[in-house]
């Protein structure tokens, strides 16, 4: 089954601890991103990848990493996470980066940062 | 840069009511336009697409179609279920960006018995 797995689901942590979020596609997808969540702005995207070693930034990067060493995983690393990067994150793939290309997601991991 | 502006939420329905949530965009190129549909506990999920101008996308007894002269693309079904009620969420893809998806805000749907 085509998917897009993370995890965790749901973690509650405190300020400064770093913490991973994993993300891995069965589907030999090229392109990756990681998305948040907030009320009343809809989805925006943090990272994104168009493949293996080649990432880029979003609209919100701040306070967030992300590595691409293979093509089905790209972890979204907080190095020091603060109360402001309590969401819910997706993590999404697609073939190419092309505009016609509908993008799969993940079933979403939700953070709480005390 | 992009944006998309969709209808706020919530709305509310009885089963069986017609369903509109507006949705127009702002966009440099051409351009492909999305709704993607958000259920309780899960991640998005593509609903229907168009890619051009006048395309008319479907999915599940939805429609939209895409109005260049007036950018927009309207979500509509006839006739709404309890199984409908979701976050509905209009995207739009410029070709010409590397980053894909622009979003709105997000719909939530609640449909009555």
């Known amino acids: 089954e085509a998917q897009v797995t993370q995890n965790p689901r749901y973690l509650i942590t405190v300020t400064g601890k770093k913490l991973t979020v994993t993300c891995s596609q069965n589907?030999?997808?090229?392109?990756m991103s990681w998305y948040r969540q907030d009320p009343g702005l809809g989805l925006r995207q943090i990272y994104y990848?168009?493949?293996?070693?080649?990432?880029d930034k979003g609209d919100v990067p701040e306070g967030y990493k992300v590595s691409r060493k293979e093509k089905r995983n790209f972890p979204l690393i907080l190095e020091s996470p603060s109360p402001n990067q309590t969401s819910l994150y997706f993590c999404?793939?697609?073939f190419g980066r092309g505009s016609k290309q509908p993008q799969h997601f993940g079933d979403g991991t939700r953070l709480s940062i005390l | 840069g992009d944006s998309v502006t969709q209808m706020e939420g919530p709305v509310t329905l009885s089963e069986e009511a017609f369903l509109t949530i507006n949705c127009t965009y702002t966009?440099?190129?051409?351009?492909?336009l999305f709704w993607y549909v958000q259920y309780p506990g899960e991640g998005l999920q593509l609903l229907l697409k168009?890619?051009?101008?006048?395309d008319k996308g479907s999915n599940k007894g939805f429609e939209a179609t895409y109005r260049k002269e007036t950018t927009s693309f309207h979500l509509e079904k006839g006739s709404v279920q309890v199984s409908d009620s979701a976050v509905y969420f209009c995207?739009?893809?410029?070709?010409?960006?590397?980053?894909?998806?622009?979003f709105g805000s997000g719909t939530q749907l609640t449909v009555l018995p």
């Open positions: 999404a793939s697609s």
């Open positions: 589907m030999n997808h090229e392109y």
């Open positions: 990848s168009m493949n293996v070693e080649v990432t």
């Open positions: 966009a440099t190129g051409y351009p492909s």
């Open positions: 168009a890619t051009k101008a006048d």
């Open positions: 995207a739009l893809s410029d070709g010409g960006s590397a980053r894909q998806l622009t």
